[in-house]
């Protein structure tokens, strides 16, 4: 089979006409290792021969596809060309990414494909759709069995982005890279709305307001290098171990805010407590209310789930409980143990939310949490109140181990929301009590060893203790027994 030649410049196998210069074979160059892409279906084309196109058969039908290694693993790739028919997808297209579907399924191993393509080919007419569903149907096989990342790196609709919906990571270059399911063009003519590409699908929105987007690339060399860093954390399939790294001491623990009211950024204990350089936070600009993403302890791949105190007080909403839940899932179906850092006041009240669902949806976190069967260890760092308490990966709902800092506090709700329900007629009767019932509540309800002494928590730790007791709790927990193939990862 024909390789890619490693010198930039240099390259055998691409078609010369379709593919002169960039984008082309040097962007598989710089994902996989040097001299490992093996190619598939080089010479392939379609013979589609309606709307003039048997004067336009590119080779390899506007797509390269292989099998590679990254850092030494094997993978497989695809790249679509948008010079060749505009990375249209038709029959042969679709055959060729679907054969580096099946070889995933075969030998259990990631696939990464970079994107850029104008969805099915019009002139294809079905067999171009149908094309898409051979390869949505292969897309959610693999689900939760292998990883599947998606590189955006051009205009891409229709079916292009559907399929990078059903994969487990969508890396977006921040200029040139578009995701819409019609393009500006369509919604001109169906709802007379004047849109430019970037604002109906560039990595702005998606990282923003829709949260397709997990990660936002300055250029293409940037996008693939993130492609790599993921993996880095992930195993080859649900059937193997996650990889480890060598350990790293982590960064200064901040000292948070006692006060409740007052907000800090988590992220500071994430990169206190995990290895230093280690944290991949996902859908950083989306929901931000809660922050996700991958690092390591002590070498070892986790996941972190922890609430965001400087984002709307750091309460669950629709779109943090759905957030949330795909990366619960993500972890859990590649074996990732989660480290879930409280601090949240509940769930957003509100028409808005309840008209949106938040029963339905911020059960999505809830139902996740349950479900995992990795490790799951969290750590209260300053008060977990109502549902939120519980759906946050609470001692009730399955976690392993449940730890608190000194002082945090664990309540039905706060004490303002609390006295006024609990002590309505004496607040009616006499509104100068308030302060006595606050505190009578807080002493009652709401006194830090409660939680510990029936078993909610387990241990209250010294903050600068909770690097150490998450590793040893994980040690411990080294030979949980998981099923390896636990579930796919739905798209939420
Ligand atoms: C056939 C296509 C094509 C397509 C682009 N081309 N999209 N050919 N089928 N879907 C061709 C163009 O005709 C052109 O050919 C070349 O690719 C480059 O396209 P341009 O429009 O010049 O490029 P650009 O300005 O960069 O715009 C890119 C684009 C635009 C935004 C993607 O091409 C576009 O809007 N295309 C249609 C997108 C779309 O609506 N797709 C949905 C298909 S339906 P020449 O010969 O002139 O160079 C679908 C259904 C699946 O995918 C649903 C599954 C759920």
């Not at 970079?114 to 067999?127: F, H, K, N, P, T």
Request: glycine letters at 10%; charged letters at 25%; one cysteine or more.
């Amino acid at each position: 089979m024909p390789t890619l030649n490693n010198q930039r410049g240099r390259v055998r196998t691409i078609d010369d006409r379709t593919r002169p210069s960039q984008p082309g074979p040097a962007r598989l160059e710089s994902l996989v290792d040097p001299g490992t892409f093996r190619e598939f279906g080089s010479q392939a084309r379609h013979r589609v021969n309606s709307f003039g196109m048997a004067a336009k058969r590119p080779k390899g039908d506007g797509v390269i596809t292989g099998s590679a290694r990254i850092d030494g693993r094997p993978v497989g790739v695809f790249e679509q060309d948008p010079r060749a028919l505009g990375g249209s997808l038709g029959e042969v297209h679709a055959a060729k990414i679907a054969a580096v579907l099946d070889h995933a399924t075969r030998v259990r191993v990631p696939v990464v494909g970079l994107l850029d393509s104008g969805g099915a080919r019009i002139q294809e007419g079905v067999a171009a759709l149908d094309g898409y569903g051979e390869i949505f149907r292969r897309n959610v096989m693999l689900s939760g069995r292998v990883p599947q990342l998606s590189v955006v790196l051009g205009a891409c609709a229709g079916g292009a982005v559907y399929s990078p919906a059903l994969t487990d990571i969508v890396i977006m270059r921040r200029t040139g890279a578009h995701m819409f399911v019609t393009g500006p063009k369509v919604v001109r003519a169906v709802t007379f709305e004047d849109v430019t590409l970037s604002d109906l699908g560039g990595a702005g929105i998606h990282s923003t307001a829709s949260g397709v987007a997990h990660l936002v690339a300055e250029d293409t060399d940037d996008a693939v290098d993130m492609a790599r860093s993921v993996l880095s954390y992930l195993p080859s399939s649900c059937w193997d171990d996650p990889p480890v790294a060598p350990p790293a001491d982590p960064e200064h623990l901040p000292t948070i805010p006692g006060d409740h009211r007052t907000a800090y950024d988590v992220r500071g204990v994430v990169h206190g407590v995990m290895d230093a350089g280690s944290f991949l936070e996902l859908q950083e600009a989306f929901a931000a209310n809660i922050v996700i993403g991958f690092a390591r302890v002590e070498g070892r791949p986790v996941g972190v789930v922890a609430n965001q105190p400087r984002i709307l007080a750091g309460c669950l909403d629709i779109a943090a409980s759905e957030k949330g839940a795909r990366f619960v899932r993500l972890c859990d179906a590649f074996g990732l143990p989660l480290v879930a850092l409280v601090d949240v006041p509940g769930f957003l009240p509100g028409l808005g939310q309840e008209a949106g669902g938040i029963i339905r949806k911020g059960a999505k976190l809830l139902y996740a949490f349950a479900e995992a069967s990795v490790p799951r260890v969290t750590v209260v760092l300053r008060k977990a109140f109502g549902g939120a308490y519980i759906v946050m990966n609470s001692k009730s709902l399955g976690a392993d181990a449940v730890y608190s800092w000194p002082g945090a506090e664990l309540a039905v709700m706060g004490a303002e929301g609390a006295v006024d329900v609990i002590f309505r007629r004496d607040l009616e009767k006499d509104p100068s009590r308030r302060g006595e019932l606050l505190a009578r509540y807080r002493a009652e309800a709401m006194a830090p060893n409660l939680p510990a002494e029936r078993l909610s928590v387990d241990e209250v730790i010294a903050p600068d203790d909770t690097r150490a007791t998450i590793a040893a709790t994980l040690d411990s927990l080294e030979r949980k027994a998981i099923p390896r193939f636990r579930h796919d990862n739905l798209p939420q």
